[in-house]
């Protein structure tokens, strides 16, 4: 990634879409040349120099203090999601200092993971990385999300991304496919302001840009959340409608790596179609029965 070029796509969204009375700006008559705020009025916001600001936006952040970055984060409104995404541009552009997480490029999980994903029965769980690939997952989860396990040869990551992004089934899976999309490729601009060198990553940009006009769409927005915790719909091929809540734990040990776990309430209707899924899933986990002496 051009991490000048993410820096100045991203100041300069986020500067078109606030008007002036947002942020208490006086408006005078006639058309302005750009949308949302000038250049000079955010300096003024973030109290510095205009030429100072116009370094910025240019896509040199290399040296501004985290006190420059707050001022800029408050003068551009930015969300808690925002604002980390602009601390790792910063981070990023520090001259000799490239990024590297090593969850970003593993493969697989460490045999106690999966043995925890395993433990959880009543929860559809899976390992993932940052670009989105999943490493892991126990029985239920491969069940929840049968046609992506299903769907992918061998040789391909099975990847959240490549599932909304390029297999149609996604769009009859996810309730709100455009909200689906929309955050898949805002948590992997998000990626790649922590880990602008990672390589995997840039090809799979390359390959969603290639080959959807979505995710085109979406990602020239540039924009980022972070994904902690809240509730989606899902409409599954054999047991329907679902309302599930989500929640994501990073792994300490394993920096860049998460768990993701899907859980229905208690008593739910979603909760009963969760562990009928759960029962074909070890039903049809079970290994065939041994044929008799003599058959």
């Known amino acids: 990634m051009d991490t000048k070029s ?21 408006v005078f008559g006639g058309m302005r040349r750009v949308p949302g705020l000038r250049r000079e009025e955010v300096a003024t916001l ?3 120099s205009v030429d100072y600001y116009n370094r910025m936006e240019r896509g ?10 707050e001022a800029l984060s408050r003068a551009l409104k930015l969300d808690q999601a925002e604002r980390s995404h602009l601390f790792d541009l910063a981070r990023a552009s520090q001259a000799g200092r490239p990024r590297r997480s090593p969850g970003s490029r593993r493969a697989t999980v460490r045999p106690s993971v999966q043995w925890m994903l395993d433990a959880m029965t009543g929860a559809a769980a899976f390992v993932q990385n940052g670009r989105l690939d999943i490493l892991g997952s126990n029985q239920l989860g491969r069940a929840f999300y049968s046609e992506l396990f299903s769907g992918e040869p ?29 955050e898949c490729a805002a948590l992997l601009r998000m990626e790649a302001g922590r880990d602008p060198y990672d390589r995997g990553l840039t090809d799979l940009v390359g390959e969603l840009s290639t080959q959807s006009q979505a995710f085109r769409t979406h990602w020239a927005s540039h924009d980022v959340r972070l994904h902690h915790k809240g509730i989606k719909h899902f409409v599954h091929p054999m047991v329907g409608e679902l309302e599930l809540s989500y929640d994501r734990v990073e792994l300490a040990a394993d920096p860049g790596v998460t768990i993701l776990a899907y859980t229905a309430e208690p008593g739910s209707r979603s909760a009963e179609a969760f562990g009928l899924l759960g029962s074909w899933a070890a039903s049809s986990d079970e290994p065939a029965p041994a044929e008799s002496p003599g058959t």
């Open 6 to 26: 993410e820096i100045r796509d991203f100041l300069t969204s986020r500067r078109a879409r606030i008007a002036p009375e947002d942020v208490g700006l006086p």
């Open 154 to 182: 061998s040789s391909v990551a099975l990847n959240w991304a490549r599932f909304i992004f390029l297999d149609p089934r996604s769009m009859s899976f996810y309730a709100d496919w455009n909200r689906a999309a929309k």
């Open 60 to 69: 040199n952040l290399a040296g501004a203090s985290d006190t420059v970055l």
């Open 46 to 48: 973030a109290g510095v």
